[in-house]
């Protein structure tokens, strides 16, 4: 085996590591007192807290939780060895994920003057994946817990001239890191899917939001968030947490996702996914043209028929997620705003508008704009848009439907074409031609 296709093997073997695999390793924590690395009232607490049942951990973080996570923080920062910063990790997220309000403890006023956060963002950058994961969601849980009424933030109260890793310093790291994941994750297929169960938690905070969207640049951030994963590989939690995210940003910036999502409502089976790409739609409706993308992709008739579905009154939320709670009512609210604001839009679509919905939606009828003289005469140059989209349906509704009615409609507006533009059948018998 090369060097190089073994160092892969490696790393994909500390890919794969379990937190209850690296758990069961013994760690020569008297070794590391001999060393001084630790000392022995670290020791001491370690004793105590180390291979014992959740139940006597609990009570020691009840008791004195501060001291435990001074304790791993120090761990973290002095010593480098791979094993043993697995192993603290491991103890960390088990820690974390039992009761995620432990990480509270991480911004306990006792620890004001402690960088408890630089560990944690300096170990995002190592090569192992273990590591880079738990680095990750340790810091999504200290981030989300933080309070946001003033309090002081660890390392702001510090008047030493070192540099102390802020909320700021943080967020701006975790931020990059997991931009770097949508990019070019670190794991194949582990990469993108952790970035997006982080974010969306992070970026139910305006500043998140802001930073993302500045890093990853305002005019794709909903684009690399969706193309990150296949929509349709997606496992239901996954999905929901991608619509979550795209969710979040809409309160933001702008979308390009609509024709995407708009699949996903049409196709997904799992309630929580409809409810919260439903609400996505409704953040969207008043901005720029979204209102008029959502008529051109047949959203007036989706929403109809979501309205007539059972849904289920359960609130809707996932574990640890208690921010995101959607109900019957906030469904039924966003599905009226929804309904009620594309009538509004399709009320204030010029002629031309009308008449394009109706094409693209394949059903014609021989409603009073097709023989309108004007809507022919002042806007045959837009049916050369789009590589001359309307007419390309036009003729495939020729060739494909059934329905009398719309070939009888399809035949006149083309024969309406070719009169009012000056290359018109020039123009059809090429396109019918290439068809």
Sequence with gaps: MSTSAGIRTSYMDQAELSTKHVLQRDIPWETYMVTKLISATDLQLLRRYDKKHESARAQLLNEDGPAYVQLFVTILRDIFKEET???????????????????????????????????????????NWFIQEKSCKILAWIISSRSKAGAIANGEASGSKKHITTIDDLLSGLVEWLCAQLRRPSHPTRGAPVAISCLSTLLKEPVVRSSFVQAMGSF???????????LYALDQQLLYETCLCIWLLSYLATSRTMQRLTEVVKSSTKENVVRVVILTFRNLLP??????????????????????QAWSDEVRQVQYKSDYCFSLADLQ?????????????????????????????????????????????????????????????????????????????????????????????VIVTDLKAKE
Excluded at 103 to 117: G, I, K, P, V
Excluded at 287 to 306: E, N
Aim: proline share 2%; charged share 25%; hydrophobic share 40%.
């Design 220 to 230: 794709c951030h909903n684009v690399t968030v969706t193309n990150s994963c296949d």
């Design 85 to 127: 910063v697995e192993y603290v990790l491991a103890l960390v997220y088990e820690m974390l994920s039992a009761n995620p309000t432990r990480a509270q403890l991480f911004h306990d006023q006792s620890l004001a003057h402690e960088d408890t956060y630089e560990p944690f963002l300096r170990l995002l950058s190592k090569g």
């Design 287 to 308: 901005k720029g043209t979204f209102g008029a993308q959502m008529v051109d992709l047949g959203l007036p008739h989706i929403i109809h028929s979501l309205k007539t």
């Design 333 to 425: 609210d966003a599905l009226n705003q929804l309904e009620e604001g594309l009538k509004d839009k399709i009320r204030k679509l010029s002629s031309f508008d009308k008449y394009k919905q109706e094409v693209l939606l394949g059903h014609l009828d021989w409603t009073p704009m097709h023989k309108e003289a004007n809507l022919w005469r002042e806007n045959v140059t837009s049916f050369e848009e789009n590589d001359f989209q309307i007419l390309r349906v036009l003729l495939t509704i020729l060739d494909t439907s059934s329905d009398l009615r719309s070939l009888s409609v399809a035949c006149y507006d083309l024969s309406q074409f070719i009169q009012y533009h000056a290359a018109g059948r």
